[in-house]
Nanobody
Framework: QVQLVESGGGLVQAGGSLRLSCTAS????????MGWYRQGSGKKREMVAV???????NYPDSVRGRFTISRDNAKNTVDLQMNRLKFEDTAVYYC?????????WGQGTQVTVSS
């Protein structure tokens, strides 16, 4: 059974930092591309950061320079360090694992940034 469990969400003031962590089980973690996505209220889910199985990283312009994704294949974890948070970063953040046609999602963790 595949499980992606996120942790680290919460309430933070604008300009602050949070670190999200996702622990995976039931998959061959090292061969999966891992990512963080978010969905704000009334908005579409969007990619926040992706790190491929061979370490390539991609960010959208909205978070580049503020967010950092990292993975630890020995611990089956993928983290998202979020700095200089803005009100518009408020959303539910989801962990994603993708390999070939297989894709899995975590339950999500709420991040709320107060202005």
């Amino acid at each position: 059974q595949v499980q992606l469990v996120e942790s680290g969400g919460g309430l933070v003031q604008a300009g602050g930092s949070l670190r999200l962590s996702c622990t995976a089980s039931g998959i061959m973690f090292s061969i999966n591309d891992m990512g963080w996505y978010r969905q704000g209220s009334g908005k579409k889910r969007e990619m926040v950061a992706v790190i491929t199985s061979d370490g390539r990283i991609n960010y959208p312009d909205s978070v580049r320079g503020r967010f950092t994704i990292s993975r630890d294949n020995a611990k089956n974890t993928v983290d998202l360090q979020m700095n200089r948070l803005k009100f518009e970063d408020t959303a539910v953040y989801y962990c994603n694992a993708r390999y070939s046609k297989y894709e899995h999602w975590g339950q999500g963790t709420q991040v709320t940034v107060s202005s």
